[in-house]
Structures are given as C-alpha cells and as structure tokens.
C-alpha cells in the first residue's frame, strides 16, 4: 500500500445488516469486527413484481363495478425490496371499455393498484415504469357480470304487445346488471300477471303465465288468452337489490322497464262450432228461423 495504508474492496448483493470482519496475520484490527448496513440498489423495473400471488398468474376474477385491488413491490436487479417510495408506475386497463387503474405510493417501496371496471368481459392490465414492464405485466382479468337489477332488465317480443286468441303468445325478459351487463346465468325469479280485458280488470281473475329460465340470462315467458280485448300486462322481478314492492305472498318485487304493458288479444281463425248466429249468446239455444217466402231471397247473419 500507499504509506503502509491499505485498501479492501467487496460486493454484496444481498441488502441488509452484516457484520465485517478485518483481519491481519489472523488477528482482528482495532475496532473490527464493524457494524455493516447493505442498502438496495435503484429499482429495477423488471424485477419489481405482484405480491402474495405468482408473478406470472391471473389477477382475481372481478365484479363489474365493485373495486378491487393488488399490490405490487419494487425491487432492486437483485431481487431487494425497495423499503421507500418515490417511483412512478403507470397502469392501463385493455378491454371492452375504456376503464381507470391507478397506482397509490405506499411510500414503503409497495404500490397498491386500483381499478373498478363497470363492462363485464375480458381484459389485460399492464404496469410499466419508464416504458418497461413490470414482472408478469401484462395481466389477464376476468370481470363478470354484477346481481341482477331489475331497472337494468329488459322485456321483449310480440307478447308484450298483441296476441291471437286462443293461441300460444310468447316474449321474453333478458336479465341484466346494474350497468347493463348481461347476466349470462339463470337463477332469478320473475312473474308476469295478465289482467283484462278493458273494462273488466276487477271482474276477471289474473292469468299468471308460465315464466322458463333457459339459464342463460334469457326467461321465456309464455301465456294463452280465449277472450279478445285490451290486457293490462304486468312484469315483475321477485326479490333482488332492488325489490321494494310487497306482494301478497310477501316477497318483495319490482316491475321491469316498460311494464304494466298492454297487450292487445285479437280473434284466431274461424272456428265453425264456436259461431253464432247475430243477437245468440253463446251457449244459448237459438229461436226458430222465421218463415221463409218461396222464390223470396231471405237473410240470415
């Protein structure tokens, strides 16, 4: 050395306290051994990675509309935890809509990712820091459809608005989210009463129709009506997040967008028992015809 002044060099990879021991002719020199602190190098983008999950998996399916939420941990290229903030990493959701991600400092080198997706489907995540990627980015996520709502709801067909007498009518309800959503599974209940015809709402009783889950988020809703007339058509939810009307069996329901509906019954093909002659009843026997005048035309309705 320079003047009996000698110098010593190390690497260490690995962050935190050690313990230096200097030795000469295998005794200690004065002081040693020395109290040693290791602090992480910078951040190394590549090497920061997702905790409490595998670096390279799916984040956790989603709920359109409800937050959720990961963290990350920056990390040094030795695989040392950065214990403060400071970095900036940027995040974008790919999808079928343009949805927010933000990244909160935890100021303790974690970083906790945000994002609250309202469009059910398929979408990928990436975290980047100065243009690169982190460990696993981009991210696969599902989002699916949140609980029925029935404001959300739709009913559709020509059985919500006109029918042929004593024929089956058919529409159908397709269950949807608080954001529109499709539901894509069945499981809910929906009821739908016809009453009429015009004039008559409180002296007939209510035809309940069959309602079908087909247990894909479409409900067949099917009834037969003999009378023509004008029907007050009434579709309902049972129970769900936005129940608020009682029925008498006291399951909460609420009508779906549109309902009541009227619906319009006209008569089906001839059918020749079923007819009458003009001013008979049905079911009533008829007079006798009146005497007819030989060479005379006669009418008869």
Request: proline fraction near 7%; include cysteine; aromatic fraction near 8%.
């Amino acid at each position: 050395g320079d003047g009996g002044v000698l110098q010593g060099e190390f690497t260490a990879t690995t962050a935190g306290p050690f313990t230096l021991w200097v030795r000469f002719s295998d005794k200690p020199l004065r002081g040693s051994p020395f109290a040693l602190r290791v602090s992480p190098a910078p951040t190394h983008t590549s090497s920061c990675l997702r905790l409490f999950a595998p670096a390279h998996g799916r984040l956790d399916d989603a709920v359109a509309g409800a937050a959720s939420s990961f963290q990350i941990v920056a990390r040094d290229q030795f695989g040392n935890v950065r214990r403060q903030g400071g970095d900036v990493f940027e995040s974008s959701l790919i999808g079928p809509a343009a949805a927010p991600a933000t990244v909160a400092d935890m100021a303790d080198g974690a970083y906790s990712v945000q994002y609250a997706p309202t469009v059910a489907g398929e979408y990928l995540l990436s975290l980047t820091r100065d243009g690169q990627h982190i460990q696993g980015s981009p991210f696969g996520l599902s989002v699916w459809p949140a609980a029925t709502y029935a404001d959300q709801c739709v009913v559709y067909g020509r059985g919500t608005a006109a029918g042929d007498a004593g024929y089956r009518q058919v529409f159908e309800i397709g269950a949807r989210d608080a954001h529109g959503n499709p539901r894509g599974v069945g499981g809910d209940l929906f009821a739908a009463v016809l009453t009429g015809p015009e004039g008559k709402f409180d002296k007939i009783s209510p035809a309940h129709c069959e309602v079908m889950d087909k247990g894909d988020g479409i409900y067949e809703v099917s009834y037969t009506l003999a009378m023509c007339g004008a029907f007050r058509l009434q579709v309902e939810m049972v129970g769900g997040p936005k129940a608020r009307a009682e029925s008498s069996g006291g399951a909460p329901r609420t009508p779906l967008p549109g309902s009541p509906f009227t619906v319009r019954i006209s008569g089906g093909d001839t059918h020749g028992p079923a007819c009458t002659r003009e001013g008979v009843e049905p079911g009533r026997r008829a007079r006798a015809l009146p005497v007819a005048v030989a060479g005379r035309a006669s009418r008869l309705r």
